[in-house]
């Protein structure tokens, strides 16, 4: 592995010298946990502005950071293709057959030189098809073409059904999903509405709120309707009639209807539904990189789309524990007209939201353009880190710095940033981050994908094919259990029972319904451990079918059934008519003994099951799935690997600067040993020529020899400087070994740091064997609140 494989950090480049501009051999990191303060990358088409994205993703999916990227233009997809053998074979599906007639070359030529060329690409920046390798191994990828079968479909319409609980009972969560939904509807319609002066808005929004808060689905269908014929008569203190009369409110359903009735809108309800958590992570809780191409969409869908997806994140995201680890990466490829400044489209408010507050659940929001003018700096403020590559014009390039200054992204040398902009070449980026003490011009590394250009809807589909893995389908929300109808439906009149027999109705009937006979049982379970800390009561319900043939009554036989004691109608429906009922069933003993063995049946049979950790020590919560649970693992493992990172670099710390002490000081006695030599050899020189210009003087003037004390005291001086400066010579020999001595215990010192952090693993706890407990009902913890006869109502075939 390389020098940049470390935790929590992501490789996307190396250092640039601004002096020189020659690119450092040392690799540019960026820990993952800066990107939780959102980032922004800017540069005009050719700068490598994808290309540096894309790595990000990479490098995200190496560390198992799931990702959701929002593609608009069909570049994202090419994360998907990645080969680790790196062969003319693994790249001639994908190469384009244009650019290989263009170069005079077959397509099999041409894969060959695209392969070599990657090969030797990715080996300069130190990777190579291992590395392709670990990353396809540490997380899932996959397509998505909502509104299309190109890729795998994407059911954004599923978005109407009712929220989970943990939504539905905050006010602001639900208020803001729903004003999200009701903005992308209206947008779809080409209906440009503020949710605070917007009649349809206002209208739509109260509908959809209050079949949610009841737990209800809202269905097109009968959105249309309630349009027309609304339950509610008021809006605020205005009568229905005069904030919204019938005859307009007909228009916005007929507009509604019509989109309905298209041909093409089929393909909006298609495919796995549109669930965040499906999205981040499989159903054995590895992360994904789930890419969500728009480009087939026309402006309004995308619109559409987009705003969905993000309302969904931001639901999903409060539904989460805080963290200061990287949780999640969510990425928009080209933010072009979805965070305009002025105007307020349905993407701008989830967009605010997720850079004012996802930073606290370790969601980090990537924004990349090409067109830094239309673009909300304000909303921005909040961006950690900017990439900024080549730009087209000087007005970019101003607005650019207009805005860095306005948002106040930490301390910036508005001059300089300006000469290292305009002076960026191609995967040049000037990286601004408020982590970093000054800003970094970086050249950016290799992508292990293979960057062929934007997909083609056929490219999709044959990517769909082999890499698109499907996810099984969501669990469906739990029905009310109706047992099958039993063989004997000949219908009489209702029998007479005892009063002492307890028999109640679920739901009302119809004059054409048959009221068949259930035995419905419901005890109220406690189970608690207090090691474990458990302390959960739950609801059990189960009915078991009853006809005249039925001798005995097997609870095992049951089934499960969201039907509470509160919800049994005890009055008797006025429609309808009556299934047999068996003769034990009509005697108030049997009801005694039922509810006895249903007693023992449900202390026989229920129990809580958990599962452990057993490394990190953690159990699930009560109602937690072993899916949800690794995923909350790796968040606690991801957490806990950041601490301990942390811990001992800090530890390492001191020793290192010791060490890093020491080569300061070797360096300064080299220096120092190094002046000295210079100075004796500049005076031994000048003390020599002296002598011998004494020597020639006194020959020329008469002198015998030209000899003297003087000259023969000098030549006695020059001998004793030279003698001198060999002895320095040795002396700059041992600082030189000094300095290299210093050198060598400092980087000795740094691979013992990389190695105990490298030993940190976090990632093991998606596939860790976990163990399973099982916590049975307390003493005393089953208490059974009804065994009775209960009438279901059976329509004919």
Known sequence: MGDFEKLGLFYLGRPVDSATGTTQPEPFLLDSR??????????????????????MLEEAAIDGVPVIAIDPKGDVGNVMLSFPALDAASFAPWVSADEAARAGLTVEAFAEREATKWRDGLAGWGQDGARITRMREAAEFAVYTPGSKAGTPLSVLSSLAAPPPAVRDDDEVLGDRVSSLVAALLGLLGIDADPLTSRDHILLSTIVRDA????????LGALIQQIQQPAITRLGVMELESFYPQKERFVLATRLNNLLASPGFAAWLDGEPLDIGRLLYNAAGKPR?????????????????????????VAWMRMQSGTTSLRALIYMDEVFGFLPPVANPPSKRPLLTLFKQARAFGVGVCLATQNPVDLDYKALSNA?????????????????????????????????????????????????????????EIETRWCLSYLRGPLTREDLKRLARPLGQVL????????????????????VARPLLAPEIPQFFDGAGSSSAIWMPTLYGAARVTFADAKRGVDESR????????????????????APTDLRPEDLLAEAPETGSFGPLPAQAQQARAFVKWARDFDRWAGRTQRLTLFRHPGLS?????????????????????????????????KFASKLRTAAEKVRRAEMALGKEQQDVSQHRVQAGLSVASTIGSVMLGAIFGRRGGLTAGTIGKASTSAKGMMRGAKEAEDVKRAEQNLASAHEALATLEREMESAVAAVDS?????????????????????VQVVALVWTARVPA
């Open 384 to 440: 950690g880190t900017w990439f900024i590559g080549r730009l087209q014009t000087d007005r970019d390039r101003a607005r650019l710095l207009d805005g860095l200054e306005g948002a106040g992204g930490g301390t910036m040398d508005r001059a300089a940033a300006e000469a290292a902009i305009t002076g960026l070449g191609k995967r040049r980026f000037l990286v601004h981050n408020v982590h970093r003490a000054a800003p970094v």
């Open 212 to 219: 949610w808060a009841d737990g209800r689905d809202v269905a």
């Open 289 to 313: 990189v789930s890419i969500i191409s728009i480009s087939h969409l026309d402006d309004a869908e995308r619109m559409f789309v987009v705003s969905l997806i993000l309302g969904e994140i």
């Open 539 to 558: 609801l059990v319900a189960v009915t078991v079918p009853i006809d005249p043939s039925t001798v005995v009554i097997d609870w095992d036989t049951g």
């Open 34 to 55: 800066d990107l939780a303060t959102h980032a922004v990358c800017v540069g005009m088409t050719g700068s490598g502005k994808t290309g540096l994205c894309l790595s």
């Open 618 to 650: 953690v159990v699930s919560q009560v109602d937690e799935d072993e899916r949800d649970f690794r995923i909350r693992l790796a968040s606690l493992a991801r957490e806990a690997r950041d601490a301990t990172v942390d811990k001992m670099r800090t």
């Open 763 to 783: 990632t093991s706890v998606v596939t860790d064997a976990l163990e399973t407990l099982t916590v049975a009902p307390k003493r005393g913890g089953i208490n």
């Open 472 to 491: 099984p389908p969501a669990p469906a929300a739990t029905a009310v259990n109706q047992p099958s109808a039993p063989t004997h439906t000949a219908s």
